[in-house]
């Protein structure tokens, strides 16, 4: 499994962007999707995530209500939808894939299996 993360940029607050995760190689039919954030100075953090077999999301509080995690399943593609940002989501977005799904570990890194590289969202005041 390979994930390449893109769409990140330069914009200024209040303003959207859309980053997208594509995957190659096989999928997990149990498993899903997540997005995570590495501010400057901060550890990875997790923002959101989506679970394959009944698309479920998952996001952390600070991003609720701006933030949109789907799916593409034609395109093999995730995707996070990122309105009204604020200068506080400026950091290095990575997505990454697990084989498997519990509810309750959505946010934990370790249970993730395969990671993408990183794209750099910088949000200007």
């Known amino acids: 499994v390979q994930l390449q993360a893109y769409g990140g940029g330069l914009v200024q607050a209040g303003e959207s962007l859309r980053l997208s995760c594509i995957a190659s190689?096989?999928?997990?039919?149990?498993?899903?999707m997540g997005w995570f954030r590495q501010a400057p100075g901060k550890e990875r953090a997790f923002v959101a995530a989506?679970?394959?077999?009944?698309?479920?999301?998952y996001y952390t509080d600070s991003v609720k209500g701006r933030f949109t995690i789907s799916r593409d399943n034609a395109k093999n593609t995730v995707y996070l939808q990122m309105n009204s940002l604020k200068p506080e989501d400026t950091a290095v977005y990575y997505c990454?894939?697990?084989?498997?799904?519990?509810?309750?570990?959505?946010?934990?890194?370790?249970?993730?299996?395969?990671w993408g590289q990183g794209t750099l969202v910088t949000v200007s005041s």
């Open positions: 989506i679970r394959w077999i009944d698309n479920n999301t």
């Open positions: 190689g096989r999928t997990f039919r149990h498993g899903g």
């Open positions: 990454a894939e697990r084989r498997t799904f519990s509810g309750h570990t959505y946010g934990v890194q370790r249970t993730y299996d395969y």
